[in-house]
């Protein structure tokens, strides 16, 4: 059966501490032995001195071993309970053979005192007991051959049973200050180790957070760059489809100068969101309010879209009569949140389906738009993923729908700058719902401020 790894750990730190201990005590009892040799010297009668004396100066040198072999190596933890006993042995012998030698039942008083000294030594109640058992033992066996001890059997018994008393207590304490030690030993390593996680998850996200920034720059920059030699593109396939200095020759010429004009016009859709998203996130958009006509939005926005619509044989339909909410907001950064949202439904939706703009005021004074289609629709994990920016509904190498996936990410950054709220509702072949929520009116901020907003 396994060991409970918190008893296991607290016994190991246990034995350490005993270990530790063993030094200052054997040096200590190393001079206590050296002191009884003196006193030996003085006191003792002549015929007992040379004995006493040698027996002191042999446990003080055997003492003063034990120390020094635990400091400097050699003794290790392994040993730390032989060394114990050791010590123990050496006070035991030394108080018997004087009790014996000197007769005297009076000596009694000096096991006593090793028995209490015992609860100070010994961190395992198991330890204790096998020390309260020798040192009785041998107390027992020397005051049997002493005169006197009949007399006084009942007074030291009880003292012993006393002296027991008083090192059980000692012992209680001091397993309860250690194990409290070990207990906040134990709980500092466990504070230390998740304050060094937290550091290291503080580093990771300041490392993530300035990798990020550096891509959102090296995005914005190359946006910028891209952005001329597109325009450039632009303009001279404009002009070769308009023949502007004369015809071009074949007429695949012609075709030719039309799709580069597609081509490169879809291209600078995908870098102006690209740039779009990089400065939200490094410096946020100025917004600019004013009141708008939001018929006349509405229309633009569908008339851009138009095109793409007849194209996928797509039905576009504006369902709202007047009166049209009045409110304050950025106007081109509502037909850009309207024509990305248009182009989604459009593109998503196949052919002989519809695409429903719906407008309507707010209690509070403000707007909203609800955009519905007929198309392939999605599921509630997919509608999640969509929000974020470069994902696609159809991820694979030959996928029918092209864009980048940055439309709803973009659409829900510039909502946000502009105090709305965006929501998508969707089941899978049933269509999508998408409803843009505006306030009566936006609070202008500084561009820095809008991005923390």
Avoid at 151 to 158: K, N, Q, V
Avoid at 238 to 244: A, F, P, S
Avoid at 299 to 316: P, Q, S, Y
């Amino acid at each position: 059966m396994t060991e409970n790894p918190e008893a296991d750990h607290v016994r190991r730190e246990l034995n350490a501490a005993f270990h530790e201990s063993l030094f200052p005590i054997s040096i200590s009892v190393a001079v206590l032995f050296v002191i009884f040799a003196v006193a030996h010297a003085l006191v003792l009668p002549a015929d007992l001195r040379r004995e006493m004396i040698a027996i002191a100066l042999g446990s003080a040198a055997i003492s003063a071993a034990i120390g020094f072999g635990v400091k400097s190596g050699p003794l290790d933890i392994r040993f730390s309970l032989a060394a114990g006993f050791t010590l123990v042995g050496l006070c035991v012998l030394n108080s018997a053979i004087q009790m014996y030698l000197t007769d005297d039942v009076h000596q009694s008083t000096n096991f006593g005192l090793l028995l209490v000294a015992m609860g100070l030594f010994f961190l395992s109640r198991f330890h204790l007991l096998l020390s309260f058992l020798l040192i009785l033992s041998i107390w027992l066996a020397s005051a049997y051959l002493t005169t006197g001890f009949e007399r006084e059997a009942l007074h030291f018994s009880f003292m012993m049973f006393m002296a027991m008393a008083m090192a059980t207590l000692a012992q209680d304490i001091r397993l309860r200050s250690n194990r409290r030690l070990i207990a906040m030993r134990a709980d500092a390593a466990v504070r230390e180790e998740k304050l060094a996680n937290a550091l290291a998850k503080a580093q990771l996200f300041a490392s993530v957070e300035r990798e990020n920034k550096a891509k959102t720059e090296f995005l914005a920059n190359m946006s910028h760059e891209l952005r001329t030699p597109l325009n450039a593109i632009l303009g001279f396939s404009e002009t070769m489809q308009k023949e502007i200095f004369g015809p071009l020759g074949s007429p695949r010429y012609l075709g030719y100068s039309h799709d580069i004009h597609n081509a490169g016009s879809h291209l600078l859709s995908l870098v102006n969101d690209i740039l779009d998203l990089s400065r939200i996130e490094l410096d946020g958009l100025a917004i600019t309010p004013h009141k708008i006509d939001f018929a006349r939005v509405c229309n633009n926005c569908l008339a851009i879209v138009r095109g793409r619509a007849e194209r996928g044989n797509v039905k576009l339909i504006f369902d709202s009569v007047p009166p049209f909410p009045i409110i304050e907001t950025d106007e081109r950064r509502l037909k850009q949140v309207l024509i990305n949202l248009l182009n989604n439904a459009v593109k998503f939706t196949p052919a002989g389906g519809s695409v429903t703009m719906e407008l309507s005021a707010t209690p509070d004074g403000g707007a909203v738009i609800r955009i519905r289609d007929t198309g392939i629709g999605m599921s509630k994990e997919e509608v999640e993923q969509a929000l974020t920016p470069f994902w696609q509904a159809d991820a694979g190498l030959d996928r029918a729908f092209e864009g980048a996936g940055l439309g709803l990410a973009l659409v829900t950054e510039l909502l946000r700058m502009m105090k709305g709220r965006f929501t998508l509702e969707s089941e899978p072949g049933a269509g999508t719902i998408a409803t843009v929520t505006l306030p009566r009116s936006v609070i202008t901020l500084p561009a820095s401020e809008s991005a923390v907003a």
